[in-house]
């Protein structure tokens, strides 16, 4: 298996539940009022650190797409996916090449405490 390279975001992020991993930058926040079978998730126009799944067609909000599924590049999680096609959706075609991450898989950089770095009553 070769090295990950990691990249750094400079601001508020979305990070990876699991792994703190960033994934977005929030200023890359197209809209936070999409719902999907496994509920709220945001839609993005980038993402990094990422790993693809295969494409695949997929029924959402009565339309067929085009997702592949993206994968945290550092612990392999499911944090979401992209929109690859919208071949019939005429009014949805602002999708294609934009990112979802599903709120179950992401945390915003400021909703978590890095524990791995000593408190000031511990240095």
């Known amino acids: 298996m070769g090295r990950i390279f990691v ?3 400079e601001g508020k992020t979305y990070n990876c539940k699991f792994c703190k991993t960033q994934l977005a930058l929030v200023n890359d926040l197209i ?3 999409f719902l999907f079978l496994m509920g709220k998730a945001y839609l993005l126009r980038n993402v990094v650190n990422i790993n693809f799944g295969p494409n695949e067609e997929r029924m959402i909000l009565s339309e067929m797409h085009t997702v592949a599924d993206i994968f945290c590049c550092c612990c392999g999680q499911i944090v979401g996916w992209k929109f690859v096609a919208i071949p019939n959706g005429k009014n949805h075609k602002y999708k294609e090449g934009r990112f979802v991450l599903e709120i179950g898989g992401i945390v915003d950089s400021e909703l978590y405490i890095d524990n ?5 009553s511990d240095a």
């Open 116 to 120: 791995t770095s000593p408190s000031m």
């Open 7 to 9: 990249v750094d975001l």
């Open 31 to 33: 809209s936070k009022d």
